[in-house]
């Protein structure tokens, strides 16, 4: 080995550091399974409370019962992930805050909606009972623009930390949708929060599935 | 020729003064959090003395502050393009971070207008305050902001059992909280460790 070999200079240092980090970053591989699971789900949950409206027929259930149900798998899905990464990066750590952040900001959102709802509906039930209408006010029809605000957050500063387009297109389409659905009624909102959940969730969810199998495929023929 | 060619133990030491420059980075955010930090506060608090206390009738207009921090923001932004050379990681990630919450804050805005901003405005500001501060607690690895985020949300929760009026103070709490002393707190912690 010649000294000139052992010796970088310091753009080859630099490059050596830049590429290391892109490494680091390229190894930020979610196995998609969570984002695809949660896009179904809401998307489910999303159109058969449209159908319940349309259809006028009511499930022995709460549908939205199935979101609290989902975080047993995608705890395990969390601990299956982690176990298969070697190093934890720098990205990983802030990824992993910033999804937790959202989780309880979704607790948050569900305690404030439901305690303005129990304030509300006695005054909306009295209104109804002396004007002989309902109020023209219907806080139901700000519920999905609230939860589209908070689904855009995570979606999006993931996509853009990860410089993964599809989820950067689809925090951008949640906010989009928020606004549309601050004009629209409840069924619309309802379809509009579906088709969000499929594009911001689902789609990218089976892009990084098929990134991570082929990287994993790719890793494995290095190895033969 | 020599002078060039860098030795491990000289990238190391290149590598080790790259950390450095990146911690000193985390400190100069604390400039963003104050003037935020000071300028929501007088505004919750201004609001909550023109509503409450002299009963003005267009309180609203103290949060046209907000403009000042718009201002700023932009100038320090391009200054701090120009005269930093590398991005840091830390810059990248707070820059996502705070552009995708300053179009919630955006995106909030417009659905208040439709919702009414007198009814339940505060609580989803101080939920969102608290996502922003434990999210950039994480990524500048600072334990103050990521407890002042966690109080904010309590603040949140507990603003929602108070009249209009009392969440605007609720507001300015979870600012000060949240933003105002771990800002401070980040500063001095920068100052000892370049004495």
Redesign the interface.
Known sequence: MTQSEKQLTEKESLDLIAMMINKAKDSYHDTGIGAMMWGTIVAVCSLVKLAELQFDFRLPFDIYWLTILAIVPQIFITIREKKERKVKTYDDIYMDYLWLGFGISIGLMIFIVNNVFSVWEPVSIEYTQLAGHSPAFKFREFIAPLFLLLYGIPTFVTGAACKFKPMLWGGLLCWVCCIVTIYTTIKIDLLLTAFSAVFAWLIPGIIMERDYRNAKRGLAQANV | MQQ?????E??LR??QS?ISKTKQDMSDNSIYFLVWGWLTFFASTGQFILKHLLNYEKHYLVWMVVIIGIIFSIYQGKKEEKNSSVKT?VD??MG??W???A??FF??A??LT??GWG??AF??FI??Y??GT??S???IRFRPL?IG?IIA?AL??GS??VSYDYQMLFGAAAILISYIIPAYMLRSRNKTANT
């Open positions: 060039e060619n860098f030795s491990p000289q990238s290149l590598i790259m990681y990248e990630s996502h971070l552009l995708g919450l179009i919630s995106v909030l417009m659905i439709k919702l009814t339940v609580p989803f939920m969102l608290g996502l434990f999210v607690g994480s990524i990521i985020g949300w949140a929760i929602t059992f």
